[in-house]
């Protein structure tokens, strides 16, 4: 059996997507109307055609109970970005305990969309500080090679001027 994708149940299809094409800027791999796929593969379906397709059963949903994930580095600019926008904040940037900088925002139905920095950049950055790799890898939580490896590859993309 494979996964293939997280699926959401909307009111409004056409807000939703607004929000993750415009807001998040996710582009849509397949529109079939009441339901719309995005290339990271998760979905929206329209809430009345889906309660149709499960014998017309309600569709109901906790409070904060399902985030999406998304990565971005550099999280402050995306915060600013976000600030602009009619997007409602659970939380901006912060740091996680294992140090890594995340914010998170609600979509138009309620769920937490939450964006953080790679693993690999957070690797990095803790190494300007001057921190051990060892020790980086007991704070993040991740083996050392996972460690030189963001560090190596956020260090030579810097070197070449590029954005991760």
């Known amino acids: 059996m494979k996964f293939v994708c997280t699926l959401l149940v909307v009111e409004d299809i056409a807000r939703a997507r607004a929000f993750y094409e415009t807001v998040l800027g996710q582009t849509v791999k397949f529109d ?12 929206i379906h329209r ?6 397709l499960i014998g017309d059963l309600e569709v109901a949903r906790g ?16 915060e ?19 140090r890594q900088r995340v914010l998170r925002v609600y979509d ?6 939450e964006i ?15 921190i051990a790799e060892p020790e980086i890898a007991e704070t993040v ?13 956020y260090g030579a993309s810097k070197q070449r001027g590029v954005e991760q």
């Open 63 to 78: 409070r904060n109970d399902v985030e999406l994930y998304f990565e971005y580095d550099d999280v402050e600019a995306m």
């Open 116 to 130: 953080g920095e790679s693993l690999g950049h957070l690797c990095y950055r803790l190494s300007l500080d001057g």
């Open 80 to 98: 600013k970005r976000l600030d602009g926008q009619a997007v409602r904040f659970l939380h901006k940037t912060r740091e996680q305990p294992w």
């Open 141 to 153: 939580g991740i083996p050392e090679g996972m460690v030189r490896e963001g560090i190596a590859r």
């Open 32 to 43: 079939f109307g009441d339901n719309v796929t995005f290339a990271g593969d998760f979905a």
């Open 108 to 113: 138009p139905d309620g769920y937490i969309v």
């Open 47 to 52: 809430k009345s055609h889906y309660r149709g």
